[in-house]
């Protein structure tokens, strides 16, 4: 056992870069707490490009797994009226720029075989045009070592989505959710969409002030071990934006394999 645990680190640290999963703030998961600079230096604004040249900015965002390398959901780069085109990192409060900010512009995207109808395989891999630079602001998430999903583990979503207001938020938010089981989620959609395997469920823990919403498709769900945060999943879709309602989530364990192979 040991030597398996040994094997799938080693893989993950291939993936990804080898120093990740750290930030400079504190680690926190007390609920309610509004995100603070420098937290979640993964998280990715990332901009689309209708064919009229109009740059839409709250699109949807990602996580950098790599100097290079950019996870975030296929529904995002699969958008039927726009393309990718840039990457924001470091960035914090989307109203102002400040000196943190790298943008760099996207090379190309590569998805898995996606379902719109089921969203199975709902996740792509962005290559940048150029290596992003690691800061206390810009930093990977590490990838995940163990694809056991623990029902009542907590993860911590992030984004600049809607709020409860309906209204993008400007600031970066950070909602603390926990795993689900798969029989009570599939319950709760009520056959509004059918869950794949490589699907999980997280639901909002009451006391966050903003939850996952219209926005955060793509957002990293990621969770704290020994001192580093490691990526479970990305957002892929939801009933609605509230408190009792489950999030979909595209476990990312699922693709390590997948994610290795395009990382050329």
């Avoid at 999980?200 to 945060?229: H, M």
Wanted: hydrophobic share 40%; aromatic share 8%.
């Amino acid at each position: 056992m040991k030597s398996i645990l040994c094997i799938l680190f080693l893989f993950a640290a291939v993936v990804a870069d080898d120093d990740c999963g750290y930030q400079k703030v504190a680690n926190n998961l007390d609920v309610g707490n509004d995100a603070q600079p420098g937290e979640m230096p993964w998280l990715v604004q990332i901009y689309l490009k209708t064919d009229t040249g109009t740059i839409i900015e709250n699109a949807c965002v990602g996580s950098l797994i790599h100097k290079r390398y950019v996870l975030t959901s296929a529904v995002c780069a699969h958008n039927p009226f726009a393309v990718l085109s840039k990457a924001v990192f470091g960035q914090h409060d989307t109203t102002s720029k400040n000196v943190h900010l790298q943008e760099v512009e996207i090379e190309n995207v590569t998805s898995n075989e996606f379902n719109n109808d089921t969203r199975e395989n709902d996740i792509a891999l962005i290559k940048l045009k150029k290596d992003v630079t690691f800061t206390d602001y810009v930093q990977p998430v590490c990838l995940p070592i163990d694809g056991q999903l623990n029902v009542g583990e907590k993860v911590v979503g992030s984004g600049w989505g809607t709020t409860k207001t309906g209204v993008f938020a400007n600031l970066k938010k950070k909602v603390i959710s926990t795993i689900i089981p798969t029989k009570d989620c599939e319950k709760t959609l009520k056959g509004e969409a059918l869950l794949a395997d490589s699907h999980f469920c997280t639901e909002a823990l009451n006391g966050n002030k903003d939850l996952i919403c219209s926005g955060d498709l793509g957002a990293p769900q990621v969770y704290l071990k020994d001192g580093r945060w490691y990526q479970q999943g990305i957002v892929s879709f939801g009933v609605a934006c509230e408190v009792g309602l489950p999030d979909v989530n595209t476990n990312v364990a699922k693709y390590l394999n997948w994610i290795k192979e395009n990382m050329k």
